[in-house]
């Protein structure tokens, strides 16, 4: 069954440095998402891309956040400027269509700041 | 704004028992989808069960069923046969179907623990 994948499953990091995560969605689906779970609270929405634009984006999706499809598969986020408080398990999604379809979920990246 | 409520941070249940989640929402909307999402300590978010707020039918999913009650706005997760695997965190989610790119929302979890 296809799966969304994602890497790295651990990054530790600097703070200040920048990081990439990296996605793969699901081969046919169109739409992709990016949450994200602070240790102990709840999976918060980050951003939806759709169409090679942003969809949508919350209010923790600011300037140092930025997302792109560089090709047919991967679809990353980056964290241009890491800050101590960014350190969580990022969860990418994807779904196939617009409409009541179920986003599926990535095994996330567990970030840490240091 | 949707909100998702679920008021039992942690629960607990014997093996092989039955327990029932409890997930309240708040939505002005009509069409919508309510899902239930399993995080094992894996921290893997999968999916347990979904049902379509249009139909009136309580959706089932092997030992997982769900009881929608939407006057109520009310959506409660029952595992039957508890199985040691069903230790996790399950989260209650909300997904409205207006506009094109549905984000979901979700609650703060419940903690559930079965004992052997």
């Known amino acids: 069954e296809p799966e969304v994948t994602q890497t790295p499953s651990h990054q530790v990091t600097q703070m200040g440095q920048e990081v990439i995560l990296r996605c793969v969605p699901i081969?046919?689906?169109?739409?992709f998402y990016w949450y994200r779970q602070i240790l102990g609270q709840k999976v918060e929405f980050l951003v939806s891309f759709y169409n090679n634009e942003i969809s949508e984006k919350s209010e923790i999706f600011d300037d140092q956040f930025s997302v792109e499809r560089p090709d047919g598969s991967n679809f990353t986020l980056k964290i241009r400027s890491t800050k101590l408080e960014d350190s969580a398990m990022y969860f990418c999604?994807?779904?196939?269509?617009?409409?009541?379809?179920?986003?599926?979920f990535g095994p996330g990246t567990r970030l840490l700041v240091l | 704004a949707q909100t998702v409520t679920q008021s039992q941070p942690e629960m607990s249940v014997q093996e092989a028992e039955t327990v029932t989640l409890s997930c309240t929402y708040d939505?002005?909307?009509?069409?919508?989808?309510l899902f239930w999402y399993k995080q094992p300590p894996s921290r893997q978010m999968i999916l347990v069960i979904r049902?379509?707020?249009?139909?009136?039918q309580n959706a089932t999913e092997n030992r997982f069923s769900v009881n929608f009650q939407k006057a109520a706005k009310s959506f409660s997760l029952k595992i039957s046969d508890s199985q040691l695997g069903d230790t996790a965190m399950y989260f209650c989610?909300?997904?409205?179907?207006?506009?094109?790119?549905?984000?979901?929302?979700f609650g703060t979890g419940t903690k559930l623990q079965v004992i052997p």
């Open positions: 989610a909300f997904m409205s179907l207006s506009g094109g790119y549905q984000k979901v929302t």
């Open positions: 049902q379509e707020a249009y139909k009136q």
């Open positions: 999604a994807s779904k196939i269509q617009a409409g009541g379809e179920t986003q599926y």
């Open positions: 939505t002005s909307e009509s069409n919508y989808y």
């Open positions: 081969s046919n689906h169109l739409y």
